[in-house]
């Protein structure tokens, strides 16, 4: 069984940064994409930020150029830095991990940001 937990959130005012870390553990034989998403109170779950086991990432519309996504494979570990922060973007993250045979969530962490 594969656990997937997120740490990092928190409230933060406009404009500023935060780090957000999800870290994969227990049965993992092998991890290709890592991801982000989101989900604000009464909205869809939308795609942050994806990256490849090979490194490319992908990002949602709404986060290019202030958002940057890595991975540290050694740790099984995925990264959201992310910059010049708006109240737009408060919304509960969600990291996932994808093994060859399914995609696993995290429980997730809050994100707000004040204006």
């Known amino acids: 069984q594969v656990q997937v937990v997120e740490s990092g959130g928190g409230l933060v005012q406009a404009g500023r940064s935060l780090r957000l870390s999800c870290a994969a553990s227990?049965?993992?034989?092998?991890?290709?994409?890592m991801g982000w998403s989101r989900q604000a109170p009464g909205k869809q779950r939308e795609l942050v930020a994806a990256i490849g086991s090979g490194g490319t990432a992908n990002y949602g519309d709404s986060v290019k150029g202030r958002f940057t996504i890595s991975r540290d494979n050694a740790n099984n570990t995925v990264y959201l830095q992310m910059n010049s922060l708006k109240p737009e973007d408060t919304a509960v993250y969600y990291c996932y991990i994808d093994s060859p045979m399914m995609r696993t969530w995290g429980q997730g962490t809050q994100v707000t940001v004040s204006s």
């Open positions: 227990g049965s993992i034989f092998s991890i290709n994409a």
